[in-house]
């Protein structure tokens, strides 16, 4: 009941102070030097987002992959390039790195960029196992709030969330909270299945053109199956769980500010494609949230009728969210309510854009690492369900997953 009372004075203040502000601040035009770890298509992306803010630039690329690092070159034309990431953790006028590498990876980078002084972008989902988010997190206590930490759940910078904030602001509006549904249904054409590169296995990709022991961290023969559909394996990923339900579910954490669930579950398999996969092409998941709420989420490769969407149930009022927010009243408590729409827009830079002014300014960035621990740690949850076919629980004394 004490979680309960507590989490309704938060969603009903809107309480969200800052809990860590860097002490390591660049000057307000001074020009910022990024290196991006990982130069895939997500790396190759965050670059062309850098370039559209202002007095930013690329100052080095890291690949294992050598076709990777001859693209990124013709990208980023005056950055230097190299195999092994601590090139640019060794280069003093980098202040930044921004880290797009699979999940598995993350937790060895993160921890090396801080200890190297620098600021910290790093991908969803912020780690692939609980040991490697206590790993980061224990690096982040560390650096003490030195350093920018930014989680790339880019929702968090994106207009949808003034738009809820300002919906959550009056108490009356919702009433009690009780359920949150979401949903992320796509499809893929025939003959095409979810994550699938074929044009990726090029005969170039070969044992002296990609450093497997990087990838892999340890002496495992080389598989490119394994390193172009790394998104297959748990090894190395969450599967759709790490991809869009992280997403989704960072957003509503930090409008809720909820914490690491009490309880998850999750059922589903692989019904579409029989390619070898481990992680699951549909699937449902619940989360019992500490704060006396279910969480619910439900995705599928097969079919976009349902979408991608999410409905906060309170007993007096629903929010929506899918390509705009909207407010609903519910009648039957809140007669004289009206329905309202959101009018705020979304950024595609938005999050990078954030992340940069943070570091300017000194201040902790709209996805900070607490909030990226948090969500992986639900999303960690999740996966042990299906991979163990039962509930699993947060022991929150011993920290794990029982």
Not at 241 to 255: C, D, I, N, P, T
Not at 353 to 369: A, H, M, V, Y
Request: contains cysteine; neutral net charge.
């Amino acid at each position: 009941m004490d979680s309960r009372r507590h989490f309704l004075g938060k969603v009903s203040g809107l309480a969200g102070t800052f809990a860590v502000v860097p002490a390591r601040v660049l000057g307000a035009n001074e020009r910022i030097r990024v290196g991006i770890i990982g130069a895939g298509d997500r790396g190759t992306e965050l670059i062309h987002q850098l370039s559209t803010c202002g007095n930013a630039e690329v100052g080095g690329v890291a690949d294992i992959y050598s076709r990777r690092r001859e693209k990124a070159s013709a990208i980023a034309r005056s950055a230097g390039i190299a195999a092994d990431f601590r090139f640019l953790l060794d280069d003093s006028s980098i202040d930044a790195v921004i880290i797009a590498t699979p999940p598995h990876a993350h937790a060895e980078q993160f921890c090396a960029a801080l200890e190297a002084g620098k600021h910290v972008y790093v991908e969803k989902t912020l780690a692939n196992s609980v040991q490697q988010a206590k790993r980061m997190r224990d690096a982040a206590h560390h650096d003490a709030g030195e350093h920018v930490i930014q989680v790339g759940h880019q929702a968090c910078s994106g207009g949808h969330m003034n738009d809820v904030r300002q919906f959550l602001s009056r108490t009356e509006r919702m009433g009690r909270i009780s359920a949150l549904a979401m949903r992320h249904y796509r499809n893929m054409p025939h003959g095409k299945a979810q994550w699938a590169r074929p044009a990726l296995m090029t005969h170039d990709l070969t044992p002296n053109n990609v450093d497997y022991a990087a990838f892999a961290n340890s002496a495992d023969t080389f598989d490119a199956h394994r390193f172009i559909h790394w998104r297959y394996f748990w090894e190395y990923s969450g599967g759709g769980v790490a991809e869009y339900m992280s997403q989704q579910l960072a957003f509503w954490y930090h409008a809720l500010q909820l914490e690491i669930p009490a309880s998850a579950a999750m059922t589903g398999g692989n019904f579409l494609w029989d390619d070898g996969r481990e992680t699951p092409d549909t699937m449902d998941v619940a989360l019992t949230q500490p704060e006396g709420m279910l969480v619910s989420w439900s995705s599928g490769f097969g079919n976009n009728q349902l979408g991608i969407s999410e409905d906060l149930l309170g007993s007096a009022g629903t929010i929506l969210r899918s390509s705009q927010v909207r407010y609903v009243p519910q009648k039957i408590n809140r007669p004289d309510g009206v329905e309202i729409p959101g009018r705020s827009a979304n950024a595609p830079h938005g999050h990078m854009q954030n992340f940069l002014d943070s570091i300017r300014l000194g201040r902790e960035p709209n996805c900070p690492f607490n909030l990226g621990y948090r969500v992986s740690i639900a999303c960690q949850m999740a996966v042990e369900s299906y991979r163990q076919q039962r509930t699993v629980r947060w022991d929150t004394a011993r920290e794990e997953i029982v």
